[in-house]
């Protein structure tokens, strides 16, 4: 339930900030969702940590070859999909930089170790078929508006982290009992809606219209999905 700790948005804002960092600073391969590290330009950052541990390089190559056959096999809109979803799947994996943070893992590299085990046996047990990608497509957490509302049954129940712009309706004078609103990003829009506002908060988050990921509950609506928000930020 949200408390009225205005530092708490400052906070969660600050997490989210690095976090549009991290994605805004993806490479130019995790944007076009290829295979394969270069390790020899990995630089800094996650990359590099797999090639300092041979077992995540070998669990990267794993990843590379089975994510190239099935990019070979999949046609039309189910190809769209599987590379929309590896580009998700990369955000994620990134992510293990704020494995401390989260205290979700020790550190980074255990973090890569699970994430890349994980996405290496899914691929390799992937069926190239409508049917078996369709059960994959909700197993992504770090996610976008476009992308829930494409699957947006699947995500029903889901817990993610959706990454855009809020715009609340209660910045509007027209609606200030509002606790509705609007996620955007990449001309996409997903609906967000709050469990508790205090004034506090709604004043901070119409002043900053911050752009970051929010945590909440895919629910459906009428059939359409939205974003329910009930956890203290």
Known sequence: MLRSNPLSIATSLWVAFALHLLLATLPVAAAEAPAGIACARAGQGVEASIC???????????????????????QGEDAASFVAGQKLWLIERNNCTNAKATGEFPDVSSCLANRMEERAN???????????????????????????????ASYEGHKVKAVGSLLLDACDNRHTAS???????????????????????????CHQKPFAWWTGTIQLEHGRPYLLISESR
């Open 52 to 74: 300092e541990h041979p077992e995540l390089l070998e669990a990267d190559k794993r990843i590379a070859v089975a994510f190239g056959h099935l990019r070979a096999a999949f």
């Open 122 to 152: 899914l691929l390799e047990h992937l069926a190239p078929t409508h049917e078996a990608l369709m059960t994959t497509v909700a197993s992504y957490r770090f996610v976008e508006p476009a992308y829930v509302d494409q699957f947006a």
């Open 179 to 205: 606790l509705d609103g609007h996620i955007q990003h990449k001309g996409a829009s997903l609906p967000v809606r709050f469990a508790v506002l205090e004034p506090v908060q709604v004043e901070a988050l």
